[in-house]
């Protein structure tokens, strides 16, 4: 057995003895470089670079990305500035020390350790000093954050389980034009929740394609590294809010709860779980979050006339509490369909924006026509306008 060998197997034995960063036993590029440090063969190599060849080519990054992004009891106790006990401190030095000694691993020495003269895969190696970065990252965890929050910034709930949105909607609040002043509100208070100030939750109302939901994505994204963070949720998941207020209450990170096209009927479940973070209660509100919801309806509730006549003693009463859901929300900012004068200048900022060569009068008199024909001038009716003529080459 050569040098090589040995240290192969001391590898093998190392990933096996994880204890703070044993969480990434279970990512695949790891499990199979543990299989092939285990059982060094021209297989269990290919099968160690093919997953990591999935992911990339350098083997160094991708160790310090995964050590970085591991959500553990080390890091946990760090974003919740609790003191580590100086054994645990011990633990994660040595631990980061030797995956700092693993991605230094070459195919060189793969092959050594084989005695293996035949092709093998390559993959690059990186100098990085991981327990400075790994010391880094802690010290500014709340603009990183751990675990899939390091790794994303939009998420869904599938099946009662947070889950990251692999390639969410990147919309800059550059490209949005329009309604500068309702737009305006809405950044200052999600800039207050980014820098910890009191932020109220936010109804954003007004007609159709008028840009509301592209707001609140654009605000999200311009703060996303700063710590801030979207969860989307659907209006039949509201009964989950108290839970993911509980999960998340803790985090380092700022979060927007986000339900889009927001509305109720008389008996629905679902309402006395908005009410109840709305309110505030202590179940129901943490610091670090705010929710803001879209809606066409002014009060949110889809109200019959023969709601009013229904078989409740104190049905006024009833209905107050019904329609006045809006009014629990801190921060009310509505989205009107724009004039013809704010509708034409959005036409022409996007025109500038895709290099639209089109005569500003054919522009407006097309613009027009189009928004005619969509029911309205609104934001999404200039976006698809514009996108229709990029369509045609002009």
Known sequence: ?????????????????????????KDPVIAALKDFAGDPSPASCAGFVSELYRRGTDLSVYLLNAVLED????????????????????????????FQELSSLTPEDAAKAMDYDGFLPRWQVSEMDFAAVYADRLAHIHEHGYGIFAKYTTFIIENGVLTPVKHPDAISLAELGGYHTERQAVIDNTLALVEGRPAANTLLYGDAGTGKSSTVKAAANQYAD??????????????????????????????????????????????????????????????????????????????????????????????????????????????????????????????????????????????????????????????QFIESLKAKGL
């Open 226 to 383: 700063r710590g801030l963070r979207l969860i989307e949720l659907k209006k039949h998941q509201l009964h989950q809010i108290p839970h993911l207020v509980d999960q998340l209450s803790k985090n380092p990170l700022k979060f927007i709860i986000f339900i889009d096209d927001l509305s109720f009927t008389k008996n629905d479940d679902d309402f006395a779980a908005l009410k109840a973070i709305l309110e505030g209660s202590v179940s129901a509100r943490a610091n670090n979050l705010a929710v803001y919801a879209t809606s066409n309806r002014r009060h949110l509730i889809k109200e019959s006339f023969s709601a009013r006549d229904g078989d409740d003693v104190h049905v006024n009463d009833t209905m107050e509490e019904l329609i006045s859901l809006s009014d629990r929300f801190g921060l009310t900012v509505t989205f009107q369909k724009p004039q013809k004068k704010v509708y034409l200048e959005i036409v022409h900022d996007l025109a500038r924006r895709y290099e639209v060569s089109l005569e500003e009068s054919q522009l407006d008199m097309q613009a027009e026509a189009f928004a005619l024909g969509r029911g309205g001038r609104s934001p999404r009716a200039a976006r």
């Open 71 to 98: 959500e553990n009891a080390y890091m946990l106790r760090k974003a919740e500035d609790k003191p580590c006990d100086p054994v645990m401190e011990e633990c994660a030095a040595h631990e980061l020390a030797f």
């Open 1 to 25: 057995m050569n040098e090589k060998t040995r240290c192969l197997q001391k590898t093998a034995a190392g990933l096996s003895s994880l204890c703070i960063f044993r969480g990434l036993l």
